[in-house]
């Protein structure tokens, strides 16, 4: 049974720094390309990033040179390390297929930038 379990959200002010995981079981980790997404109340959920399994990145223009995604295939996880904190960047974020959900959604992490 595949289970991503996402953690490392919190309150942070703007300008701050979080880093998210994403711990992966089930799978040949290795093996698949990872993303993250994000997911306001009354929006559909959005990509913000993803990782191929050699490590080849993509990233929403929103984020971009600010997330870095990151991954450890010993540890079966998934990084984002989020810098420069914006309000905007306030969501709930996930992680799952690389480009689009290819299993099921986990119960993400609420991220918080105060103003």
């Known amino acids: 049974q595949v289970q991503l379990v996402e953690s490392g959200g919190g309150l942070v002010q703007a300008g701050g720094s979080l880093r998210l995981s994403c711990a992966a079981s089930?799978?040949?980790?290795?093996?698949?390309?990872m993303g993250w997404y994000r997911q306001v109340p009354g929006k559909q959920r959005e990509s913000v990033a993803g990782?191929?399994?050699?490590?080849?990145?993509n990233y929403a223009d929103s984020v971009k040179g600010r997330f870095t995604i990151s991954r450890d295939n010993a540890k079966n996880t998934v990084y984002l390390q989020m810098n420069s904190l914006k309000p905007e960047d306030t969501a709930v974020y996930y992680c799952?297929?690389?480009?689009?959900?290819?299993?099921?959604w986990g119960r993400g992490t609420q991220v918080t930038v105060s103003s």
């Open positions: 799952n297929g690389r480009r689009s959900a290819v299993f099921d």
């Open positions: 990782i191929s399994p050699c490590g080849s990145t």
């Open positions: 089930g799978i040949t980790f290795s093996t698949y390309g």
